[in-house]
């Protein structure tokens, strides 16, 4: 282990490596050389930012202290700090900072900083024709850092939660839900940052999930945590994608959010052609109803568990059918939602096709997609 300190005073920053301490190894606990810390001058928000050397498979601590003696916590990251950013770094005049490494475990699926364009904790192991994502939680009594989950290891958000994040330990589902999806007595904010296909490199896109409409103001002070926590090495445009729940309220306020540095856009610029969320099979009856009337037709008999739902775009809590498809892809991924063999989509927790023409009688559904003369034929499943 070794540490480093390094201090930042009345807005001037100053580096210097204090001592190198060497500790031997820990029984069962294999220790190895931290890298080198390095801290750079804030570019937005007045947030100190911190590098580090690259150290391979290992999991590393960072800490802070205005006196040496009294430290805190500050992120935990895969490999390296790559101008990591300190966000409550502009509430103090002197500011130290230390860290050590470890060597990764197969229990560190979690860390407060990503990599773009690609990263391991990517829903996708490499990069495709499709959007992945890597799924994160921002805890709203400590707004300060993201936690960015396995998201090739953890579906949902919940499944991480519940496992790795303190306050919500062994919580059931129908309480995460209600302390994760409404902003009355919320205490997380859950969303995720898109990679898209392969060829739009150059870009990537943030939500944030929830059943009701964010404040613009709270969409631009998590948009810039987020994107301060997101290392893209050669640069990259950066938009804000809402989900089905909060496009309306992202399209009103579009312009106000444009001004502060947040453009809003749909996942329609990364797809120049149909595709199949889920290619699979399902058996039921074709039915259309617009988004904004799904829960009304299950409740009046008209959508039933067994039918095949097409859409114009898929709610939160979307009622368990035997599949639901889109025949044109909204501003954003669906929220969260209940299916027959649920996959996990960004934000999502069914299974979604696109199709713009279907036809389906109680056998085998087939999904036909034509456009720009191109014909693909799929089976969707839920």
């Known amino acids: 282990m070794r540490a480093i300190f390094s201090d930042v005073r009345f807005g001037i920053v100053a580096l210097w490596r204090l001592f190198s301490l060497f500790a031997a190894a820990v029984a069962g606990s294999a220790q190895s050389l931290g890298p080198r810390l390095e801290i750079l001058p804030p570019v937005s928000n007045d947030w100190v930012r911190l590098r580090s050397s690259s150290d391979l498979n290992t999991v590393i601590t960072l800490q802070a202290s205005s006196n040496l003696f009294d430290w805190q916590w500050v992120g935990t990251l895969h490999d390296g ?6 966000a409550v770094s502009p509430n103090f005049t002197r500011r130290f900072y230390r860290l050590w490494s470890n060597v990764r475990g197969a229990t560190n ?15 996708s192991a490499a990069p495709s024709q499709d959007i992945s994502w890597v799924k994160f939680a921002i805890l709203l009594n400590d707004p300060v850092r993201v936690y960015y989950q396995d998201s090739a290891k953890f579906l949902f958000h919940y499944d991480f939660a519940v496992q790795r994040l303190g306050p919500f330990v062994g919580m059931d589902r129908a309480a995460f839900d209600a302390v994760s999806l409404h902003r009355a007595n919320q205490q997380v904010v859950l969303g995720a940052i898109l990679y898209p296909p392969l060829g739009y490199s150059v870009e990537y896109g943030i939500q944030f999930v929830g059943l009701d409409p964010y404040t613009p103001e709270q969409i631009v002070r998590w948009f810039d945590l987020v994107k301060a926590t997101v290392y893209a090495s050669d640069g990259a445009g950066v938009y804000y994608v809402p989900t089905f729940e909060q496009s309306v309220s992202a399209l009103t306020n579009a312009e106000y959010l444009a001004s502060r540095g947040v453009p809003v856009a749909s996942t329609e610029r990364w797809v120049a052609l149909n595709d199949c969320y889920s290619p699979g099979w399902a ?32 709610p939160a809590n979307t009622p368990v059918v035997a599949h639901p498809a889109r025949d044109r892809r909204p501003p954003g991924f669906p929220c969260r939602g209940r299916g027959r063999g649920r996959r996990a989509g960004p934000g999502a927790e069914v299974r979604v096709a696109r199709a713009e023409g279907a036809a389906a009688d109680r056998v085998r559904a087939q999904t036909v997609l034509r456009r720009h003369q191109r014909v693909m034929q799929h089976g969707c499943t839920g």
């Open 109 to 123: 699926d979690w860390k407060n900083q990503i990599l773009f364009p690609d990263d391991p904790f990517r829903s």
């Open 81 to 86: 700090l790559f101008n990591y950013p300190d």
């Open 283 to 314: 058996l039921g009856r074709l039915k259309y109803f617009p988004a904004s009337e799904i829960d009304a037709a299950f409740a009046d008999g008209r959508l039933r568990p067994e039918d095949i739902l097409l859409t114009d775009g898929v």
